[in-house]
Nanobody, 122 residues
Framework: QLQVVESGGGLVQPGGSLRLSCTAS????????IAWFRQAPGREREKVSC????????NYADSVKGRFTTSRDNDKNTGYLQMNSLEPEDTAVYYC???????????????WGQGTQVTVSS
């Protein structure tokens, strides 16, 4: 089955850190850009970051710049989102998606994960 699966979500206190992983199965992730999206209850889905297949290009939403870092390990068929200095406003379900960064800007992905919950609360 061709899919991407997120892991690493959980409950963290404000100011804490989490690292999310996005692992592909059934296909080679190295040929795809990896984007992270999030959606909080009652809010629209927001694209958080995108990293190109060779890691040469990365972009971030203004709301996470300087706090979140996207990376990938193509040998492990996995992408990552390192989240530092987390704030309650970062609470959301986080999704990874694989495709092309230009199309991912519009939410058009070749593969979507099922999402992982991140809750930032004291």
């Amino acid at each position: 089955q061709l899919q991407v699966v997120e892991s690493g979500g959980g409950l963290v206190q404000p100011g804490g850190s989490l690292r999310l992983s996005c692992t592909a199965s059934g296909f080679t992730l190295q040929f795809y850009a990896i984007a992270w999206f999030r959606q909080a209850p009652g809010r629209e889905r927001e694209k958080v970051s995108c990293i190109s297949p060779t890691s040469g290009t990365k972009n971030y939403a203004d709301s996470v710049k300087g706090r979140f870092t996207t990376s990938r390990d193509n040998d492990k068929n996995t992408g990552y989102l390192q989240m530092n200095s987390l704030e309650p406003e970062d609470t959301a379900v986080y999704y990874c998606a694989a495709g092309d960064c230009a199309r991912l800007e519009y939410g058009l992905a070749d593969f979507w994960g099922q999402g992982t919950q991140v809750t930032v609360s004291s």
